[in-house]
């Protein structure tokens, strides 16, 4: 879905073509509710906590005392019923050292061996976690007999984290604007089998109404900017919501003709999608930057088209694009963008070494260092969506990148 954010007003939330923004969402209100129902000591709904933690006190400040209440600035003064939808994350698996706590709590003998169980043993831990991924609530439906204390979730619960989306939107053109291009997601766990899950985020995304207010903060990348040269040429890559950084490029170059700007590089899109039928969202928009000069090419390849072989993006590159990737990064001192999940980068990364071994002549080897070297001269630039489900991959991936991202990132308003 396209995301319209009003932004007219909000100095600190100026941008340039390739920045992300970090949001902060809010969980569902129905899993807030259930969890509270939860809750073996609720503390009134209206009533503001601020957790303190008793601390030995050292400093002999305070004679005759051992030890004194301490504030804990972890979340600010506020309700439960806040903390449990703006602060904490209740959707995350629990980590073993949470199930630790909540063994501690069961009363049943079976819930409590099972949950130090799973909190004892790595592989057992992980399995049970990928295979069910579960919500908070989930655990407690598995093992009925734990008692949840409110102090528990304030002070044991990992805080909410803001979720980053590439800007679909130039400032240019769409002043006091940001515009997000986000796909909603929701899954069954247990292989499809399980409960349904929806994303924190993007589930909030899809249900704000006009007027409500979205804390956000801007994360530059300056590795994803167009060229600093604007006739050299590009091939942007990007899948499904991979998209969303490119919408902010044509939008860019649009503002930039418009403005009587030039001459502008070639710059080909490779987009990629189910089918055609659903192939909708920007397809005008891409038209339109096509013959107004934005966009040279636009290709897409749909990985579910009835009565077609599979196509995914990279298969593009290889059977339509071999010459021209050759052209653009060998000949023309020109840049490739990737957007999107990191297995389809993988293998865009792998496809255009194959073209560069046998366009350019290279071996493996050899086109393996130079696309390193791009890397290094800011000339293959990738933004990489993250997670897949097994971590370690993505782990290994994100540190052999070269991309480097700043971060300004504010404190998180009070609700
Ligand atoms: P969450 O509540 O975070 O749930 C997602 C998690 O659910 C996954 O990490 C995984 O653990 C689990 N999960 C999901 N599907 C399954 C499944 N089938 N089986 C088992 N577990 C599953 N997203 C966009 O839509 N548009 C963008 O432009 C965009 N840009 C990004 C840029 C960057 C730099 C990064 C890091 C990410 C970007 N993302 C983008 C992804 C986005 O940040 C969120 O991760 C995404 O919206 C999901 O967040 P959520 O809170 O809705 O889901």
Redesign the pocket.
Known sequence: MLVRLDTAGQPELQYLPGD?LG?F?ANRPELVQELLERVEDPLPADEPVLVEVLEKDSSGRFPGHKSSWVPQSRLPPCTLHQALTFFLDI??PPSPQFLQLLAALAQEPADRERLQQLSQDARLYEDWK?FR?PTLLEVLEEFPSVALPAPLLLTQLPLL?P??????SAPGPCPGQIH??????????EN?QGPL?????????ARLQPGDTVPAFI?G?PSFRLPPAADAPCILVGP???V??FRSFWQQRLHELQGGGGPLGTMVLVFGCRSSALDHIYRQEMEEARERGALSQVLTAFSREPDTPKAYVQDVLRTQLAEEVHRVLCQCAGHMYV?GDVTMATEVLQTVQHILVQQAGMTLGQAGDFISELRDKNRYHE???????RTQEVAFRIRSQSFS?QERRPPRPAP
Not at 163 to 168: A, D, E, F, L, N
Not at 182 to 189: I, K, L, M
Not at 383 to 389: A, H, M, P, S, Y
């Open positions: 992300h949001v969402p959707t995350a990928w991924c984290q979720r980053y989306y590439s800007i679909s997000l291009t986000v796909a909603v997601v929701t899954y069954h766990s499809g899950h929806h994303g924190v985020c993007s589930t909030w995304l994360r990348a499904g919501t991979g969303a950084p957007c933004d990489i969506f993250g997670l897949t489900f991202m």
